[in-house]
Every structure is written in C-alpha cells, then in structure tokens.
T-cell receptor, first 117, second 111 residues
C-alpha cells in the first residue's frame, strides 16, 4: 500500500506554545488529506478535511483558529495546534488519499502523541 | 449520534478460537473499509468492499458487505496473538470523500 509519514511521533510542549505536525505522502500525490484525533481506547474522530491548494473543511465543534491546517502541496499537509493546553493532549493521526473524488481508500500516518504540560 | 456501531466493543479470546466482529448502520455506504490499529500507531487498511453481498478473504480473515450495503462483518478463523489490536470499520457515504469510522472493537488474543 501507499506510504504516509507523520512527524513527529511524539511531542511534549508547554502550555501556551504551538506545535506543528507534518503529514507526508511518500509515494503518491495526496489530493485530499484528513486529520483525526483519537482519545484513549476510542475510535477516530475526524477533525478536518483538506484539499491541496484550498482551505480546510472543519468538522462541527473543531476550532479552526486553534487547529490550523495547511495543505500547500500534493505531498504535504501540516496541522498546527496553537496555544496548546493540557486538554489538547491526544493522539493525532493524518490520512492521505490520492485520485479523484470516487476514491475512498485512505492511508494513515503513524500518528503523533501530543502531551501538553 | 454514531453512524457506525461495532459489536462487540471488546473481545478477549484464546489462540485458536474463531470470532466475528459486526459493523452496523442505518445508512447506506458506497464503500466500506476495515482497518486494524495497534497501540501508538496509525490504522492499517485491511480491505475495501464495494458491492452489496461481496465477500473478501485475506488469509484467516473473511470480510462481508451486507446486501443493502448498510452493514459488514469481519470473521477471523483460528485467531493468533498477532491478531490483537483495535479493529475499525469505516464507510464512505455516497460521493462524500471523507470516511465515517465505527466505534471500534478491541480484540485481545492470548496464548
């Protein structure tokens, strides 16, 4: 399958600082990338969908000013958690999908464990 | 409201046993995927089913998509400790590009 690389895998930051997470598709062009948040022992919760070159579409209840998403190229999307607080601590996962709108298969990154202290 | 409900939520079995995980919804999906996720890692795609009634096999895993494309099942034969993980179904609604994930089934296989 296609390879999606997420970096960093773990990050600890101080409350009030910002953290950037990168998601790269290594061997295909990702027309769409998705960002998820996962709480312990729970399923994935979609935060936002981003298409290359356009603004991200956020799910209801997700603060767009807090979770900044940039999808500037067909192989890279970034999620920046701004002014992080302890309640933002979570496992963040990206997925990437290539091809047209009819393609539903997405491939996931390894995830990023964010801890805000 | 969770569109995709999985059952059971948690399953602990011994090596060699068989099991079935269900993924149910009242919505019709254009396609449905199954993933397995291990702790601290991203989900790994196991299979995609598209046609109602479709059955796919992946070694000891058998996936079935319901005739009405509203539900799916995953059957594992002779489970092994390496099958341990979180199993997630995910469906695409119509032409929507995003996936809706199920509630998840945590499987633990012991020796």
């Amino acid at each position: 399958g296609a390879v999606v690389s997420q970096h960093p895998s773990r990050v600890i930051c101080k409350s009030g600082t910002s953290v950037k997470i990168e998601c790269r598709s290594l061997d295909f062009q990702a027309t769409t990338m998705f960002w998820y948040r996962q709480f312990p022992k729970k399923s994935l919760m979609l935060m936002a969908t981003s298409n290359e070159g356009s603004k991200a579409t956020y799910e209801q209840g997700v603060e767009k000013d807090k979770f900044l998403i940039n999808h500037a190229s067909l192989t890279l999307s970034t999620l920046t958690v701004t002014s992080a607080h302890p309640e933002d601590s979570s496992f963040y996962i990206c997925s990437a999908r290539g091809g047209g709108w009819w393609v539903t298969e997405a491939f996931f990154g390894q995830g990023t464990r964010l801890t805000v202290v | 409201t969770q569109l995709l409900e999985q059952s059971p939520q948690f399953l602990s079995i011994q090596e060699g046993e068989n099991l079935t995980v269900y993924c149910n919804s009242s919505s019709v999906f254009s396609s449905l995927q199954w993933y397995r996720q291990e702790p601290g890692e991203g989900p790994v795609l196991l299979v995609t089913v598209v046609t109602g009634g479709e059955v796919k096999k992946l070694k000891r895993l058998t996936f079935q998509f319901g005739d009405a494309r509203k539900d799916s099942s995953l059957h594992i034969t002779a489970a092994q400790p390496g099958d341990t993980g979180l199993y997630l179904c995910a469906g695409a609604l119509g032409t929507a590009s995003k996936l809706t994930f199920g509630t998840g089934t945590r499987l633990q296989v012991t020796l």
